[in-house]
């Protein structure tokens, strides 16, 4: 099975905040409102500002909690790579929950799921909800 957004993709970005280890995707927090900081040379990516201070503190600490960590692209569980189903899709290593219906799901539509784990398409999540978090305008 092919899709156009893994054979295209040069990385694909799992981006979970290092400081809470939840992903940015599931709780809906839109690229344009990651808190982004330096450590090291590499760009990370936080789901706020409190995070990002947290972060800051101790990025050593933090990344090494989440070290191997991975996002299942269909239900967006963040779960450590011991914890996961790996697949191969288009030359990818892709990894879900333990979960059998996820990879189900992901293989109808993989262009939709992979293009929702990078934020290229909208995704309201937890706190885009109304009444969890923050509310719409």
């Given at each position: 099975?092919?899709t156009?957004?893994?054979s ?5 970005i799992?981006p ?10 599931r ?7 990651w808190?982004k900081l ?6 990370y ?6 995070c990002?201070?947290?972060f ?10 989440i ?8 239900c967006?569980a963040e ?11 288009a030359g990818?290593?892709v990894?879900?929950?333990r ?12 262009d ?6 990078q934020?290229?398409i ?16």
């Open positions: 099975m092919t156009n957004a893994l295209t993709a040069k990385t694909i799992t979970i905040c290092p400081a809470c280890g939840c992903s940015l995707i709780l809906g927090i839109g690229s344009d409102r808190a330096i450590y090291e040379g590499k760009e990516f936080c789901c706020c500002q409190d990002a201070d947290l800051s503190q101790d990025p050593a600490k933090y990344l090494k909690e070290k191997d960590w991975v996002v299942c692209p269909t967006l779960k450590p790579m011991q914890q996961t189903i790996r697949m191969e899709i990818w290593e990894f879900f929950c979960c059998p219906h996820c990879p189900k799901v992901f293989q109808k539509d993989p939709h799921y992979v293009k929702r784990l934020a290229e909208p995704y309201d999540g937890v706190f885009g909800q109304v009444g969890y978090g923050f509310t719409k305008k």
